[in-house]
């Protein structure tokens, strides 16, 4: 099995990972249902978005929770300021990433199942 970077890289950007024309703005909360240059669908049903829950969990985990351990650790703030923080941080931060999110579990998705683009692909 081999990985598409590109697309990767190309979704990761805002582009469709299929005919790379950017994606029309929307709220950070909110994902375009089909890219308007190529019809390429981007709320597949059945679960797909299931992929976008992971980034978003991953980014949150990964990236902004180890900060506030760090903040810990050098003392910046206490153990309850973090729990609090990180709290509020879990409440908002999905919100705000869930474009990014989605953007990435596309390019995850396609770049490992470039098949799926249904040709529309400028490989
Ligand atoms: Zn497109």
């Known amino acids: ?4 970077a590109d697309i990767l890289a190309r979704a990761a950007r805002g582009l469709c990972p299929a005919c790379a ?14 890219c308007p240059g190529c019809g390429l669908v ?23 929770l180890p900060l506030l351990l760090v ?9 309850r300021q973090a729990a609090w923080t990180a ?18 579990w596309l390019g995850t998705f396609y770049g490992f199942l470039p098949g799926q683009l249904g040709g529309v692909s400028d490989d």
Not at 47 to 59: A, D, T
Request: hydrophobic share 55%; glycine share 12%; aromatic share 16%.
């Open 42 to 64: 981007l709320r597949r049903p059945g679960g797909f978005f299931l992929g976008s829950l992971v980034w978003n969990y991953g980014l949150i985990a990964f990236g902004a």
């Open 87 to 104: 709290l509020a941080a879990g409440m908002t931060l999905p919100w705000f990433l869930h474009r990014l999110a989605w953007r990435l």
């Open 71 to 79: 903040a810990v650790l050098l003392g910046w703030l206490t153990g």
């Open 1 to 4: 099995m081999s990985f598409r």
């Open 21 to 34: 024309r950017p994606l029309p703005p929307s709220p950070p909360w909110d994902i375009p249902p089909a």
